[in-house]
């Protein structure tokens, strides 16, 4: 089993930065695949970025180019997702999630840390 816990969320400014951490444990390896979602109120859960697993191909969606970054540390079994110029449409929950090598489904998930910006 593969257990993930996000931290870094919280209450901030419009313009303000947040840095989301995914901490990894269990089965997890390198090899997986990390990703991060959102899920506002009312809104079906959404992708935003994800990370391989040595790094190389990272996908983000075009609303967050720009002004999010996604990255992992392997040695510590850590992904990030930093947020900068966060507006208040950013505001909810943000998930990470993992998959294996050679999967196309994000088995596993985090329970969530809250984002909420304000106007």
């Known amino acids: 089993q593969v257990q993930l816990v996000e931290s870094g969320g919280g209450l901030v400014q419009a313009g303000g930065s947040l840095r989301l951490s995914c901490a990894a444990s269990g089965s997890f390896n390198s090899g997986f695949t990390m990703a991060w979602f959102r899920q506002a109120l009312g809104k079906e859960r959404e992708f935003v970025a994800s990370i391989s697993g040595d790094g190389i191909i990272i996908n983000i969606i075009d609303a967050m180019k720009g002004r999010f970054t996604i990255s992992r540390d392997n040695a510590k079994n850590r992904g990030y997702l930093q947020m900068n110029s966060l507006k208040p449409e950013d505001t909810g929950v943000y998930f990470c999630?993992?998959?294996?090598?050679?999967?196309?489904?994000?088995?596993?998930w985090g329970q969530g840390t809250q984002v909420t910006v304000s106007s």
């Open positions: 999630a993992a998959r294996k090598v050679g999967s196309n489904d994000y088995m596993y």
